[in-house]
């Protein structure tokens, strides 16, 4: 089984794709981590590093590439990243987006990276702005098009651990014989080598 688990920063990615990995005995594979580390690597700060990837798409497509092969290779885990769904494709069993107001989300951000809650919410939006315009760039993808996720949580209603129960009885639920509605995903050509 692969799940791929999308949304913007401070939507509970992490923390949900986490938990599903460890209820459903499947293995995480983060793409913030790994962009975070190509960030540290290179001294750069993760808000930098998007604006510097807006200059040099090679980051971007060698993280994605990656995230890519791993959904295509193996089976048996959690992929998360805000592109997760899309590179995933049809790979992906579930494609679950993830979503809470701004300001909601801008108050995780700055309680786990203890900074301001204004400072974390300009960089939120920085951030934001960079990624939708670079992926509708490189890739043709309207990030704001949510009509390829199966299940689309706004993490704000519920807790951490009710938003985790309500994905991982769906997910355990699912009868595929009964499936009518999986939405087809075309991979970004670039990765179809």
């Given at each position: ?117 204004e400072r974390a919410r300009e960089e939120t939006l920085r ?67």
């Amino acid at each position: 089984m692969l799940l791929t688990v999308s949304g913007p920063a401070g939507s509970g990615k992490s923390t949900t794709a986490a938990g599903l990995a460890e209820a459903l005995d499947l293995e995480h594979v983060s793409g913030g981590d790994i962009f975070r580390d190509l960030a540290a690597d290179r001294g750069y700060s993760p808000v930098e590093f998007n604006e510097l990837a807006e200059e040099d798409e090679r980051i971007d497509r060698d993280l994605d590439r990656r995230l890519y092969e791993i959904a295509r290779d193996r089976d048996g885990l959690v992929l998360e990243s805000r592109l997760a769904g899309w590179l995933a494709g049809d790979h992906a069993d579930f494609r679950l987006w993830l979503d809470a107001p701004v300001d909601v989300r801008a108050a995780r951000i700055a309680d786990r990276e203890e900074k301001s809650v204004e400072r974390a919410r300009e960089e939120t939006l920085r951030r934001e702005r960079s990624e939708h315009k670079r992926y509708a760039d490189y890739y043709d993808i309207d990030i704001d098009d949510l009509s390829i996720y199966d299940f689309v949580v706004n993490t704000a209603r519920w807790t951490a651990a009710d938003v985790l129960a309500i994905l991982t009885t769906a997910v355990e639920r699912y009868e595929p014989t009964a499936d009518e509605g999986r939405y087809p995903v075309a991979v970004v050509d670039d990765f179809q080598s």
